[in-house]
């Protein structure tokens, strides 16, 4: 997707903000910001771009989430998501937001590739390899599956 | 219900709670406190009494809410309410509870006005005037309609 | 000073926004934001005015906090303040701000207030009659004067 | 259980950590941190044992959980737990875990017990004389059937 | 002092809060709540006595702090302090205040242990010998120096 | 100092923990967490090393501390810091720390270049290009000189 992004916008410099940054080791989020800082600078370390990975805190207010994200962000044009709660938060602060383009959307969203995780199938080919391989150095798949019994603490 | 309450009681100060006004742009809570703040006070204008609209952000700790409520709102004697933990803890602190009168609940209630914003059906009738122009003025039916598509950020 | 405004600009929408709203019980801050909710009410409700006076509970984030204020207010065009601080935030976030206008700066402001009320000295002169009356309902000198002795808890 | 545990394995000191601290009036929580250390406490007064009852309030953080256990807690050397979550926490944290002996599980866990108590049922064979004294002293029956009727506040 | 309380007032159960739970390795609070729980427990053992040694984070919100701390804590009747701030906030909320008896008041205090810790002067002396050993054992000394170094993070 | 601290120490990687990430517009910490990643990132283009600059919001808790770091970071083996406390808190937690080395400190310092930027002296000399180009970009001298002034909202 990011590739996408890139090539159809002459884009040279990519902040990825990384949401719920506070979460972690639950079913929906179970790595931690840093981990997902690993997982995401490694996949893009190849493309000939400057990158940025921002984690981002909840701070469960909506109304203040566009400021929020733009204290933690270096500055930027255009935002990119297909969540309408984003969408609409990011234009009523007179942002311009596009739809990010989506491939196989139903088989590599979070979702899946965290089902599969949970099942012991074959999620691998669903992410780029270095996330893989940050997964298993840190015992992600035991992690995820042990997690996921519990509603939380 | 406020002329309701007022008629009934011989009552010529009313302080209006604003619940969980840290909450926006969500399916339950679409609108902010300011938001609010605008339908009420403009709701009650012309009514010849001291109102209040004290917005009541969240603690998330049901223990400490009576002080929380206390200490943001100007002295009441009395609380209305129909919320049963609203009634319970206001009890457990010494404070004297009534239940609001309730005219056609089901249809008055928050739930169905905010089902009919969403699906764009007639909304308008069930609320006063005043609440249907703050509304429209922040397009609000917009908002409701995006952020019930998602579960949050 | 509201008069004052009100009379030089052609307002007839006032939002008085209560700062450090969950601050109470200290030198600094010694009553509720419900308490100066009724002070300020009271001493205006000669004025042929609609004022909402709404309370703003510290978030600790300068970087959010114009979107914090928009959130609890209604909407409004102005702000006027003579913090720098709050100018700078207001103006960054694209607010028109003016200067209030100031009296008597040296005598009036807060501080003079707070060390009369603690040092026992002649204070009543200082505030409108109404922020009197509630300062001497609620046991408010006392409590200056007791709450200045510490720290804290 | 403590019996038990204290029986297998040569224990002399022992801290129950009070979860979820900072709830209190809901359905899944019905009872003050303070309520529960007190009904704790009476049930094991008359085991030879140092207890200590250590409430533990939510940082809703998992990757910090077990640093905010431990500064809580007086020093201690093995954890027990049935929750895997919590389990896999404090594993990575290198803290030894051990489970919990079970008896009855689907008989005597909260759910049943908070269920019974909701419906009217016979609850205090399930539960310490002592904690079922103390749930009678603060009305706790009547506050969970109130409170479980609602959503929160 | 807990010894004085205990014998003039024919107590048999005794909270002792500890405040700021939520600080450690400050100067003014170098230790966390659950080592000065182990100082305080391993104090009172030899008392005839139940004590509860209950931790109290602080909210920064002194209108709700006698709720919280009524939360955290078994039920209590009198309350013992002789800080001004904690007297007027027990004192509105209705809880009967009552001043510690304070022995040799300037040298026993928190500020002169605390100061001869960080200077490497003898302040075993000040202390029970419990809370010596406890504060050996944790490496105490070289903590409280090294972090009265500096302001904070 | 990161030059020098890659040559002496074989570093192939190197974290860049942003502290108070969620301060800004204050005297001591005039920058957002986003401006201050731009001016790391942009300082550190031409080194031939992987960076990451990991903004690290507060949590005001000195116990979890560091286990909020690792959260919010990508693994590392090794700290480098002069903070005293900052040095404590990684070596109970069994982190290795190393001194920074330091060049004119009492020049090159935060609060020597604030000073210069307060007064509208020199300051450009201290702090890489880079930096200084972000910093007017911004406006960054108005906004340290405006809210200096204050103490606060």
């Known amino acids: 997707m990011v590739e996408r992004i890139v090539e159809d916008n002459d884009i040279d410099e990519l902040v ?5 940054a506070d979460a972690s080791h639950s079913k929906h989020d179970p790595f931690t910001a840093g981990e997902r800082i690993m997982m995401i ?7 000939d771009l400057v990158t940025y990975a921002v984690p ?13 994200v733009r204290s933690m962000s270096p500055d930027f044009d255009i935002a990119y998501s ?3 709660l984003v969408i609409q938060l ?3 602060a007179g942002v311009e937001v596009r739809q990010s383009p989506m491939f196989n959307r139903e088989v590599l969203e979070g979702t899946e590739v965290r089902e599969r995780m949970i099942k ?10 270095a996330v893989a391989e940050v997964v298993d150095e840190i015992g992600g798949i035991e992690r995820i599956q ?3 019994e519990t509603d939380g603490i």
């Open 82 to 84: 297909n969540n309408p």
């Open 56 to 68: 981002i805190e909840d701070l469960e207010r909506n109304s203040v989430w566009v400021s929020h």
């Open 146 to 148: 042990r997690v996921s």
């Open 90 to 92: 990011f234009e009523e």
């Open 16 to 20: 990825l903000g990384i949401g719920s």
């Open 41 to 47: 600078t490694k996949s893009l370390v190849d493309l």
């Open 120 to 129: 012991g199938e074959n999620w691998q080919p669903l992410v780029p390899d």
